[in-house]
């Protein structure tokens, strides 16, 4: 079993839909949890942290259930610029083990 | 965000030369930096994690005779491709680490052995 597991892509949604992606962890005392956007052919960049209570940025919320080992991510009202590839990064304490998923692909279309 | 760079942004090489790679942190100091790479539509694999002042950590198949790390400074690392054969042929990625634990990511190195 991978240590982090995704949803397997690629989801193909209509502009303005609300789309979720699911990711789960292996390891119980993995510590901090984020959501990265990957471009084609560009760096990931950092979306955003995953916290205990949940957090929301706009049109993306991301929540975590530790009793589950599960993270997520929820898109609201769908953009043509939300195509990407989305990674779920666990981490371990002390930040010395980063692992990242193998990423979900998002196509939105007009 | 924090700002990283990366150096050079593409490179061809031939089979047998080495090429090197740095990875810079602009606005912060990072005590961690990682080396990733990324073969087309493949997810990150991460090489290894770099540490200032001390020997570098590789994951399991990783060569380190192979991709030599020197992280010298608090905002400088460095991977060194020897002997660089096609199958190098990749998107090599940095990160640096922030004292909370986000990782920010170079624009990566294209590099190409021919």
């Known amino acids: 079993r991978k240590e982090v597991e995704q949803d397997p892509g690629p989801f193909n949604v209509p502009e303005g839909a609300t789309v979720a992606f699911n990711c789960t962890y292996s390891?119980?005392?993995?510590?901090?949890f984020f959501w990265y956007r990957q471009d084609c052919r560009k760096e990931p960049k950092l979306l955003m942290s995953?916290?205990?209570s949940g957090n929301e940025d706009g049109r993306f919320t991301a929540q975590l259930n530790r009793a589950s080992q599960y993270i997520s991510l929820l898109i609201r009202d769908s953009k043509l610029s939300d195509s990407a590839t989305y990674l779920c990064?666990?981490?371990?304490?002390?930040?010395?083990?980063?692992?990242f998923g193998a990423g979900t692909r998002l196509f939105v279309k007009a | 965000g924090a700002v990283v760079s990366q150096h050079p942004s593409w490179v061809i090489c031939k089979s047998g030369t080495s090429v090197k790679i740095e990875c810079r942190s602009l606005?912060?100091?990072?005590?961690?930096m990682f080396w990733y790479r990324q073969f087309p539509k493949q997810s990150l694999m991460l090489m290894a994690t770099?540490?200032?002042?001390?020997?570098?950590?590789?994951e399991q198949g990783v060569e380190k005779d192979k991709f030599l790390i020197n992280h010298a400074s608090l905002t400088l690392s460095t991977l060194t491709v020897t002997s660089a054969h096609p199958e190098d042929s990749s998107f090599y990625i940095c990160?640096?680490?922030?004292?909370?634990?986000?990782?920010?990511f170079g624009p990566g190195t294209r590099l190409t052995v021919t």
């Open positions: 990160s640096a680490q922030t004292a909370g634990y986000e990782q920010y």
């Open positions: 390891n119980s005392a993995s510590q901090s």
């Open positions: 995953v916290y205990s």
């Open positions: 990064v666990v981490r371990n304490t002390g930040g010395f083990k980063t692992i």
């Open positions: 606005d912060f100091q990072a005590t961690t």
């Open positions: 770099s540490n200032e002042g001390s020997k570098a950590t590789y």
